[in-house]
């Protein structure tokens, strides 16, 4: 029991084991890692599971959602800003921490349930003094402008002054252990102290010059000195008091982080000043409360009990956590970060990853933050014209990798750790993110029933979108046919080909999608659609131009059988395939790719068609799924994290339960036992959308046809059950399924409803 690892004091701060991820020592290689695992995210800001009293090891990030700051990187990337999580213990002058005293206990642990993370270790320093440290920190939910970390400190041999700094430190850059990548984002134009109590450092982005304050006063009963102290890039609040043996003290930090988003530059200074005198007066347990109960509700929401197998109960449940937590409640000008707000790597851009993975998610369980997301690429329209026009395309071109402004974020070069620049294609020829927008809006629609967004910013999306792939297609006179030329698909690894099967086929889905919403639009609502085709100017030939072309796209595939080519040429490749699974039964490499090229050989690194036949699965009979699943999977080494979650989805549609099973596992487990090696960079943000995923819609076989919600559960033999929450269209449904297949519904809220269960209708009641 993880509880059992921590002391009486912090129960309050514990839940049982579903809910806990624990660290059982310290192993300071393992710091990066447990920085991302252990971030705390409010769907405003995110702070790494960095210690307090910092260690040599780590990479101490703040971001804020939607700070973003170019300087002199490739990119604009989300800026790390002042960290303020550094609290330092000192008794006479020798530091209380983790690296420098001897461990004789530890302990740290993540607490989903109430979102915060908990730490206990008992430390003897060279002198032999003994203390016991245990605290809680967490980032609120309720108001998401503060923060707080409470420590218990029990000097356990010895009595003396205990001196504390509280350190606001704005010296933190990017990527501080890459040498080639380092940037520094932010410069200081203010440090200073907060009022009688508490110091307060104010930083700039340099490109846009955005303002962002950070203020934090500590409190500890007892305490004999107070002084603020500008070191440089640090402001300092110190404090002293007087510790006796055995006596625990309680040192509780209070903490506030506005932004120019939220706040005008000259108030900054002012609303932190008032949130954490206000935080500090009302005091932590209050607020820690508030924070806990809107926890509660979003849990109400989102969790998913797999019973009978408590690993991946708890790791399904890991994933909803970060994921959930990362979403904004309320900008509508942010989007989700391929790695979360939890580290580095890709600069907290927006992929497609947002759409195809994580959305289901959101539009099911939190369909007002589905909406926001929906938005996020509304507001970025005209910067998707602008990309396409750029380009020489017509329509909207959404951008490989999205930040703040909608421009390409994708960088055109990158560095390799030998040092060696390497051109960077990918923003050149992946466009296959511009139809995941348009089949996101689709999707969000279709599981909401939002026609209201459909029929006013979802249809200028898709129309333009549809523009985009109609330019983009070309006509190929000696064929008949339109093609897309020098192109990638989901596997970067063919880079670039003709033809991608998966973008030609969505591009066709698009253009379809858009003529059939315009005669609906016709139709039903035809003073809406006059606004749009009057807005975006959209005559009656340009759409009759589509029925052409969509019905002349190539889509390559084996003369004369079912089997799909990823692109033309595909089959013309070294046909290489794995044939050797390691203990966890993962494909190892081919020996082949030793000596020849990827490039040159079928071997891929992610669903591409088996994603196609996942997104457009109405499109493709048994035979050809089946056959082309079973092709395909010979062939991905699954080299992104995007991939085995689809193939467990797709692995049950063909009825291979217990390979899906284990690709479950496998993406469950992820950034648990950091399967990738590079969790140190942050979360999978689609792998935790495609865990989700495959759980509701591949064993709990939840699906939509005909705007009826369908349920046809095919639970693997190691679960007792599975429970879950979902919306469908204003109705909030409980579902639990039972180890032999049964179901049973009740309606929450909204409206009862008629739903499909293993084939029967049946009607879901209260
Ligand atoms: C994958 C992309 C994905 C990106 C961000 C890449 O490795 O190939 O499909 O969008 O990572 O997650």
């Known amino acids: 029991m993880v509880r059992e690892r921590f002391s009486e004091r912090l129960n309050q701060f514990l839940d049982d084991d579903r809910w806990m991820i624990l660290q059982d020592s310290y192993k300071p290689e393992e710091n990066l890692k447990y920085e991302s695992l252990f971030c705390l995210t409010n769907g405003y800001l995110g702070t790494r599971g960095s210690y307090e009293e910092g260690t040599t090891r780590s990479i101490p990030c703040t971001y804020v959602n939607g700070v973003f700051d170019k300087s002199e990187t490739f990119m604009r990337e989300l800026a790390n800003l002042p960290n303020w999580l550094g609290i330092k213990l000192y008794v006479e002058k020798e530091l209380v921490g983790i690296e420098n005293c001897e461990i004789l206990s530890f302990a740290r642990a993540l607490n989903m349930k109430k979102a915060c993370l908990v730490k206990q270790y008992h430390l003897r320093d060279r002198k032999g003094r003994e203390t016991l440290v245990e605290g809680v920190r967490f980032v609120s939910r309720a108001d998401v402008h503060r923060m707080a970390v409470k420590l218990y400190v029990t000097p356990l041999n010895y009595s003396g002054i205990i001196e504390i700094e509280n350190i606001i430190d704005g010296s933190v850059i990017n990527f501080c252990d890459a040498p080639r990548f380092k940037v520094k984002h932010i410069y200081l134009t203010a440090n200073e102290a907060l009022g009688e109590k508490g110091a307060y450092l104010e930083a700039a982005t340099r490109d846009n010059h955005l303002h962002v304050g950070c203020g934090a006063r500590v409190e500890v009963k007892g305490t004999k000195t107070?002084?603020?102290?500008?070191?440089?890039?640090?402001?300092?609040?110190?404090?002293?008091?007087?510790?006796?043996?055995?006596?625990?003290?309680?040192?509780?930090?209070?903490?506030?982080?506005?932004?120019?988003?939220?706040?005008?530059?000259?108030?900054?200074?002012?609303?932190?000043?008032?949130?954490?005198?206000?935080?500090?007066?009302?005091?932590?347990?209050?607020?820690?409360?508030?924070?806990?109960?809107?926890?509660?509700?979003?849990?109400?929401?989102?969790?998913?009990?797999?019973?009978?197998?408590?690993?991946?109960?708890?790791?399904?449940?890991?994933?909803?956590?970060?994921?959930?937590?990362?979403?904004?409640?309320?900008?509508?000008?942010?989007?989700?970060?391929?790695?979360?707000?939890?580290?580095?790597?890709?600069?907290?851009?927006?992929?497609?990853?947002t759409e195809l993975f994580m959305m289901p998610f959101f539009a099911y369980v939190f369909p007002e933050k589905a909406r926001n997301l929906e938005n996020y690429r509304y507001h970025l329209l005209d910067a998707a014209r602008a990309n396409a026009r750029k380009n020489g395309f017509c329509g909207a071109q959404y951008p490989w990798e999205s930040a703040d402004d909608g421009t390409e974020q994708c960088p055109d070069w990158t560095i390799e750790p030998d040092g060696t620049c390497y051109r960077c294609y990918v923003a050149v020829y992946e466009h296959h993110v511009t139809a995941a927008v348009a089949y996101g809006i689709a999707n969000y629609v279709k599981i909401t029933g939002d026609v209201g967004f459909l029929y006013g910013r979802g249809a200028e999306i898709l129309m333009e979108t549809a523009r985009f792939w109609a330019s983009r297609l070309q006509y190929v006179e000696e064929k008949d046919r339109y093609e897309i030329r020098q192109v990638t698909g989901p596997d970067e690894w063919h880079e670039p080909v003709d033809n991608n099967l998966y973008t030609n086929y969505l591009a066709r889905w698009n253009l379809r999608y858009c003529l059939e919403l315009a005669r609906v639009m016709r139709e039903t609502c035809p003073d809406k659609y006059q606004a749009l085709v009057?807005?975006?100017?959209?005559?009656?030939?340009?759409?009759?131009?589509?029925?052409?072309?969509?019905?002349?796209?190539?889509?390559?595939?084996?003369?004369?059988?079912?089997?799909?080519?990823?692109?033309?040429?595909?089959?013309?490749?070294?046909?290489?395939?794995?044939?050797?699974?390691?203990?966890?039964?993962?494909?190892?490499?081919?020996?082949?790719?030793?000596?020849?090229?990827?490039?040159?050989?079928?071997?891929?690194?992610?669903?591409?068609?088996?994603?196609?036949?996942?997104?457009?699965?109405?499109?493709?009979?048994?035979?050809?799924?089946?056959?082309?699943?079973?092709?395909?999977?010979?062939?991905?080494?699954?080299?992104?994290?995007?991939?085995?979650?689809?193939?467990?989805?797709?692995?049950?549609?063909?009825?291979?339960?217990?390979?899906?099973?284990?690709?479950?596992?496998?993406?469950?487990?992820?950034?648990?036992?950091?399967?990738?090696?590079?969790?140190?960079?942050?979360?999978?943000?689609?792998?935790?959308?495609?865990?989700?995923?495959?759980?509701?819609?591949?064993?709990?076989?939840?699906?939509?046809?005909?705007?009826?919600?369908?349920?046809?559960?095919?639970?693997?033999?190691?679960?007792?059950?599975?429970?879950?929450?979902?919306?469908?269209?204003?109705?909030?449904?409980?579902?639990?399924?039972?180890?032999?297949?049964?179901?049973?519904?009740?309606?929450?809220?909204?409206?009862?409803?008629?739903?499909?269960?293993?084939?029967?209708?049946?009607?879901?009641?209260?």
């Open 226 to 353: 107070v002084l603020f102290h500008d070191f440089g890039e640090q402001a300092v609040e110190f404090l002293d008091f007087d510790a006796a043996e055995g006596k625990t003290y309680e040192v509780v930090k209070y903490v506030s982080i506005y932004t120019e988003r939220e706040k005008c530059k000259e108030e900054i200074k002012e609303a932190i000043s008032r949130t954490v005198q206000e935080f500090a007066a009302e005091g932590f347990t209050k607020e820690f409360e508030k924070h806990t109960q809107v926890y509660e509700k979003l849990w109400n929401q989102a969790d998913i009990k797999i019973q009978g197998d408590e690993k991946l109960d708890q790791a399904v449940r890991f994933n909803i956590f970060h994921l959930m937590s990362t979403a904004s409640d309320f900008d509508d000008r942010v989007n989700i970060g391929a790695k979360l707000l939890h580290g580095e790597e890709y600069g907290g851009h927006a992929f497609w990853d």
């Open 534 to 766: 009057e807005k975006i100017q959209i005559a009656e030939e340009e759409l009759n131009a589509w029925k052409q072309v969509q019905g002349k796209i190539y889509l390559p595939r084996k003369e004369g059988t079912p089997l799909l080519e990823q692109f033309e040429g595909y089959f013309d490749l070294q046909e290489v395939v794995i044939e050797k699974y390691d203990e966890n039964d993962w494909p190892i490499k081919p020996e082949a790719l030793k000596t020849v090229e990827r490039q040159s050989t079928q071997i891929i690194k992610q669903a591409d068609v088996v994603m196609l036949l996942h997104l457009l699965g109405e499109e493709f009979d048994e035979e050809t799924t089946k056959l082309n699943y079973s092709f395909y999977e010979k062939r991905t080494l699954h080299g992104s994290s995007l991939s085995p979650s689809i193939y467990a989805i797709m692995g049950l549609k063909v009825g291979d339960s217990s390979k899906a099973y284990r690709y479950l596992r496998r993406a469950a487990l992820l950034d648990l036992i950091d399967l990738q090696g590079n969790t140190r960079e942050g979360i999978h943000a689609a792998n935790a959308g495609g865990v989700w995923q495959t759980v509701i819609f591949g064993f709990a076989g939840v699906s939509i046809e005909d705007e009826v919600l369908h349920i046809h559960p095919n639970l693997p033999k190691e679960w007792e059950g599975l429970n879950f929450r979902i919306h469908h269209r204003g109705t909030s449904l409980e579902v639990a399924i039972s180890a032999d297949g049964s179901v049973e519904l009740t309606v929450l809220e909204g409206e009862e409803i008629t739903v499909c269960v293993n084939g029967e209708m049946r009607k879901a009641r209260r």
